[in-house]
């Protein structure tokens, strides 16, 4: 007898599976909700430091860095959440049966984590830029409207090490409730450690992320070799170690 060959379907793209794992980010009740209210964060901090800033003070850097402070707060959570509730969803079953090499799942996720981060922060530009105007319109500032180059650039990549930190959390914990909470308490507690007993403080320096991702939010600090050296240490402990132990337990944890 003659073999018949069979065609098998293509595999989708990298970009098509990023283009469903973003609409899984976007296109549930939930999500939605969560990604509105880290527009709606945005805009009323602007509107306080509107009003609460000296007028002599009130800068486009000052209002972006209001309008970020949602993004920078809540997304990684939903960067948690995108890779969680395929978990505590049950299904993480038809994604890998669809694509059964999960590598391209935890890349799909994190490139659709990193396009949501860069859309969130055109929309915080925009948010900024709407407070300046404000301003004007309410004699509040005689800034000027541009934004440092710079601060746009250092800002994106503090965002996108922020949101992918989340989706790390999200692959190594995989429990929203715990990954949430770790996310937060753990940063959180090792900088007071930090600052409060001498012994950890240079270390400190190094490991809290952040000390080291501040200068890079700030207009004017000079970012030096150590700066970036001090950024990459803490982001090798808070966003690779966590990144590669998620994805060593996605590969290898069974399905039911």
């Known amino acids: 007898m003659t073999a018949v060959a069979v065609d098998r379907p293509a595999a989708p793209s990298l970009l098509t599976l ?3 794992e973003l609409r899984k980010m976007t296109d ?24 609460a800033v000296p007028r002599a003070e009130l800068t486009m850097a000052e209002l972006f860095g209001a309008a970020t402070s949602g993004v920078f707060v809540l997304l990684p959570v939903v960067g948690v959440l995108s890779v969680t509730s395929e978990w505590s969803q049950r299904t993480v079953l038809s994604t890998f049966t669809l694509v059964p090499r999960r590598e391209r799942v935890v890349a799909a996720k994190l490139a659709a984590a990193s396009v949501l981060t860069a859309a969130f922060w055109a929309v915080s530009a925009l948010v900024a830029w709407a407070g300046r105007a404000l301003a004007e319109a309410l004699d509040r500032t005689d800034a000027g409207w541009t934004l440092p180059p710079r601060l746009l650039a250092t800002t994106l ?97 069974e399905v039911k």
């Open 28 to 51: 549930t009740r939930a999500g939605r909700w969560l990604l509105t209210f880290v527009v709606l964060v945005g805009v009323a901090l602007v509107g306080v430091v509107l009003f």
């Open 18 to 20: 990023t283009a469903v």
């Open 157 to 253: 990549l503090v965002m996108l090490l922020g949101t992918l930190g989340g989706v790390a959390f999200g692959m190594l914990f995989q429990n929203p409730p715990l990954a949430i909470v770790l996310l937060f308490v753990l940063p959180i507690a090792w900088g007071i450690l930090g600052e409060t007993v001498s012994a950890l403080n240079d270390a400190a320096g190094w490991l809290d992320a952040g000390r080291t991702g501040a200068p890079f939010l700030e207009p004017g600090a000079r970012l030096t070799g150590e700066v970036w050296a001090r950024l990459a240490v803490s982001q090798a402990v808070w966003l690779g170690l966590p990144l590669v132990l998620g994805h060593l337990r996605v590969m290898r944890r």
